[in-house]
């Protein structure tokens, strides 16, 4: 079966770092995806592995372990827009050409000053 | 561009109504994505379609739910007839080619069925 496992709440406070587990069990794996989501407003890209490792992009660094179904979000110097939803998602290449995504339910968190 | 643009933003409607939401997705992007999201299953993907072709509605609840491409700049995604547990918000996304990862979301439609 697909499953895709986040945790549901995270609370931190402004300039600390927070990590944001995903693990996941699908058919197969063709890409893993990070997406944010605002309260009321669509998700919006932040990261993809599709390759064991660390990619990083500026604030925002995603890991990911394809032996372990294993992913996380790592978010530096935490701002208070940085409060939001984030959404892991497995592209599944069991589908049909590869290319839909299972989400995850998400991680909502609350950054405070 | 503008976006992916979806209409209407919002839609109440009674249970037995029919209710059409519609996309239009980013010019020259070749898959289009319908998905609804609740806080019970979070983000679910219905259908997609890739260049004006369904390849996959699997995710489709049930016959009351259609879904169509008619050209590459325009979805329609039909409930009919339209059920409170119904309720959601609605996102069209589209995607440019197997070489590009990203989807790109349009803002949803909150369906609200009384």
């Known amino acids: 079966g697909q499953n895709i496992d986040q945790p549901t709440e995270m609370t931190a406070t402004e300039g600390a770092i927070v990590q944001i587990n995903c693990t996941y069990q699908?058919?197969?794996?063709?890409?893993l995806f990070w997406y944010q989501q605002h309260a009321g407003e669509a998700p919006t890209f932040l990261s993809y592995n599709v390759l064991d490792g660390l990619e990083e992009k500026g604030r925002f660094s995603s890991f990911l372990s394809r032996s372990k179904g294993y992913s996380y979000l790592l978010l530096k110097e935490l701002q208070m827009k940085d409060s939001a939803s984030y959404l892991c998602?497995?592209?599944?290449?069991?589908?049909?050409?590869?290319?839909?995504?299972?989400f995850g339910k998400g991680t909502t968190l609350s950054v405070s000053s | 561009d503008a976006g992916v643009i979806q209409s209407p933003r919002h839609e109440v409607t009674e249970m037995g109504q029919e209710v059409t939401l519609r996309c239009k997705p980013i010019?020259?992007?070749?898959?289009l994505f319908w998905y609804r999201q609740t806080m019970m299953r979070g983000l679910e993907l219905l259908i997609y379609?890739?260049?004006?072709?369904?390849?996959?509605d699997s995710g489709m609840p049930e016959d009351r739910f259609s879904a169509k491409m008619p050209n590459a700049s325009f979805s329609t995604l039909k409930i009919q007839p339209s059920e409170p547990r119904d309720s959601a918000v609605y996102f069209c996304?589209?995607?440019?080619?197997?070489?590009?990862?990203?989807?790109?979301f349009g803002p949803g439609t909150r369906l609200t069925v009384l």
């Open positions: 010019s020259g992007h070749d898959y």
């Open positions: 379609f890739n260049n004006n072709v369904p390849i996959d």
């Open positions: 699908t058919s197969g794996f063709n890409g």
């Open positions: 996304a589209s995607r440019p080619g197997l070489d590009h990862n990203e989807q790109f």
């Open positions: 998602a497995v592209r599944d290449s069991g589908n049909q050409a590869g290319t839909a995504l299972i």
